[in-house]
Nanobody, 118 residues
């Protein structure tokens, strides 16, 4: 059974930091590119960051460049998103996404809520 379980969200003050984790199981993690998306109420889901299956290549939304770092541990089947200098516009549900590099399978987690507020 495929599982992607996000954690690490919560309430943080503007300017603060958070580290999100996405623990996965049920598929060959090292064969999947991983991405973090976010969705705020009333807004479209948007890509935050992505990382290749081997961890060598990363990409970020313009709004997150310099403030986010995506990483992965293929030994732990986990992907991380470190975010700094958070502001209220970063408030959203953050979702983990896996895309198979061979067959193109796509899996989603349930998301973790990040709320930036004073």
């Amino acid at each position: 059974q495929v599982q992607l379980v996000e954690s690490g969200g919560g309430l943080v003050q503007p300017g603060g930091s958070l580290r999100l984790s996405c623990a996965t199981s049920g598929f060959t993690f090292s064969c999947y590119a991983m991405r973090w998306y976010r969705q705020a109420p009333g807004k479209k889901r948007e890509l935050v960051a992505g990382i290749s299956s081997d961890g060598r290549h990363t990409n970020y939304a313009d709004s997150m460049k310099g403030r986010a770092t995506i990483s992965r541990d293929n030994g732990k089947n986990t992907v991380y998103l470190q975010m700094t200098s958070l502001n209220t516009e970063d408030t959203a549900v953050y979702l983990c996404n896996a895309v198979g590099t061979v067959m193109g399978n796509v899996y989603w987690g349930q998301g973790t809520q990040v709320t930036v507020s004073s």
